[in-house]
């Protein structure tokens, strides 16, 4: 079946750095991903999305980039800020119609400042 | 506030008594869905429902039931608890499926199964 997984569990940076988090995916049938950020004792909160048919998307201060080719997206902060510290996980979803997505088990990603 | 709420936060019960927790929503939305979430696993989707009346199974769905009799709740029922469905439990809704932009969670039910 489908597997989403992420390379790093725990990615510390400096604040100011940009960050970037990876996550792999298995079904190349897959054509919509997200990426959410979830805070300590919170429910995860929707970052952004990017469909098949794109490469690259934008929002602010974060970039998503996705590669069908090797079946890989990233997620990238710029200027990353304490309040970035969360952990972010990635989801695929579409497959061949299905509407249940599958979810990265999470990167930390632990801010200094 | 834009909101999805879910009660309890947290729940503590014994194997085999049957309960609910509740899953409300203001902002009009058609899509919601329940995940768990366990350590080493990330979110599992349980149960999603498109609209009123319209629900479906995900991921994970054994041991649970839900309903949607009306667009703002969304109860998950366990009938009959087991050890294994200690988890967090998180309810979300978005506008309609493929809005994820537009998706709200709730803050999770911390349900620990005796």
């Known amino acids: 079946g489908e597997s989403v997984g992420l390379h790093l569990p725990t990615l510390s940076v400096q604040e100011g750095d940009n960050s970037i988090i990876n996550c792999a995916y298995s079904n190349s049938a897959s054509d919509y991903f997200i990426w959410y950020k979830q805070e300590s004792g919170k429910g995860p909160q929707f970052i952004i999305d990017?469909?098949?048919?794109?490469d690259k998307r934008q929002g602010q201060r974060v970039t998503v980039l996705l590669n069908k080719t090797v079946k890989h997206l990233s997620l990238q902060i710029a200027a990353t800020q304490p309040g970035d510290s969360a952990v972010y996980f990635c989801?695929?979803?579409?497959?061949?119609?299905?509407?249940?997505?599958?979810f990265g088990r999470g990167t930390s990603l632990i801010v200094h400042p | 506030e834009a909101q999805v709420t879910q009660n309890p936060r947290y729940l503590i019960t014994v194997t085999g008594k049957k309960l609910t927790v509740t899953c409300s929503q203001n902002m009009n939305h058609e899509y919601m869905s329940w995940y768990r979430q366990d350590p080493g696993l990330g979110l599992r989707q349980i149960y999603y429902?498109?609209?009123?009346?319209?629900?479906d199974k995900g991921d994970v769905p054994e041991g649970y039931k839900v309903s949607r009799k009306e667009k703002r709740n969304f109860p998950l029922i366990l009938e009959s608890p087991s050890p294994n469905q200690t988890s967090l439990y998180f309810c979300?809704?978005?506008?309609?499926?493929?809005?994820?932009?537009?998706?709200?969670f709730g803050p999770g039910t911390r349900l620990t199964v005796l």
């Open positions: 990017i469909r098949s048919n794109m």
């Open positions: 989801a695929a979803t579409g497959k061949g119609g299905s509407y249940i997505p599958t």
């Open positions: 979300a809704s978005s506008l309609n499926w493929w809005s994820t932009d537009t998706q709200y």
């Open positions: 429902s498109m609209n009123v009346e319209v629900t």
